[in-house]
């Protein structure tokens, strides 16, 4: 079946922005997170979804980041007033239902702000 | 925080050769999983081992884990070139929030 899908691919955008980046988990999967990686680094957490509700975001790294999932299928992640150091690639998961089950990643965003 | 590491940072290996790396945490785990990524792009589901498991097997692949060092190891035998990827290893924190080390960049040597 279809695996998690991530739109755009890249985006490019200008310090002080507004970007919105699309995740379209595993049908089926209740359970979506989203995570941001640098470069050289492994990804880190931001938030995790359990249906419709964000279960924890304590991972978001301040208020200029908001994500939603007001279906409990697709997520979108929203950033404004963008920063330079905003600048990653931006990885979905998805899980059939969350705890200990395993994560699937999408392809990524690659987010540069310029 | 990231709470895994992976050791070592780099290897490059001849195709046919195996290639071992180690993952390093720091606190009690439900599960270990390993993850590849090709060109710094989405991340591929490689095998998970429970807390409960000594080693698991999936293919190529031979994971060990060791909760009493809090440490695993990924086995690759026979590398072939299309095993050129970064390999994290990554723990859940609190059942759902994984934790990612930093990689380790395997260059396999036609």
């Known amino acids: 079946g279809a695996g998690v899908s991530q739109t755009p691919s890249n985006k490019v955008t200008e310090k002080g922005k507004y970007v919105e980046l699309r995740c379209d988990p595993i049908?089926?999967?209740?359970?979506l997170y989203w995570y941001r990686q640098s470069l050289g680094q492994g990804p880190e957490f931001l938030i995790y979804?359990?249906?419709?509700?964000?279960?924890?975001d304590s991972g978001l790294p301040n208020d200029r980041f908001f994500a939603v999932r007001p279906e409990g299928s697709v997520s979108t992640l929203k950033i404004q007033r963008t920063e330079r150091g905003d600048s990653a690639v931006y990885l979905c998961?998805?899980?059939?239902?969350?705890?200990?089950?395993?994560?699937?990643f999408g392809p990524g965003t690659r987010l540069t702000v310029l | 925080s990231q709470q895994g590491e992976e050791d070592p940072q780099a290897l490059s290996i001849q195709e046919g050769e195996n290639a071992t790396m180690n993952c390093s945490y720091k606190?009690?785990?439900?599960?270990l999983q390993w993850y590849r990524q090709n060109s710094g792009r989405g991340l591929v589901h490689l095998i998970l081992?429970?807390?409960?498991?000594r080693e698991k097997h999936s293919g190529r692949l031979r994971v060990t884990l060791d909760t009493s060092k809090k440490s695993s190891s990924l086995l690759i035998t026979a590398s072939r070139a299309a095993d050129t990827a970064s390999y994290f290893c990554?723990?859940?924190?609190?059942?759902?929030?994984?934790?990612f080390g930093a990689g380790t960049t395997v260059t396999v040597r036609a």
């Open positions: 606190t009690s785990i439900n599960n």
């Open positions: 081992i429970r807390s409960n498991e």
């Open positions: 979804f359990q249906g419709t509700g964000a279960a924890d």
């Open positions: 990554a723990t859940d924190v609190n059942d759902y929030k994984l934790s």
């Open positions: 049908s089926g999967h209740t359970a």
């Open positions: 998961a998805s899980s059939l239902e969350g705890s200990t089950d395993t994560q699937y």
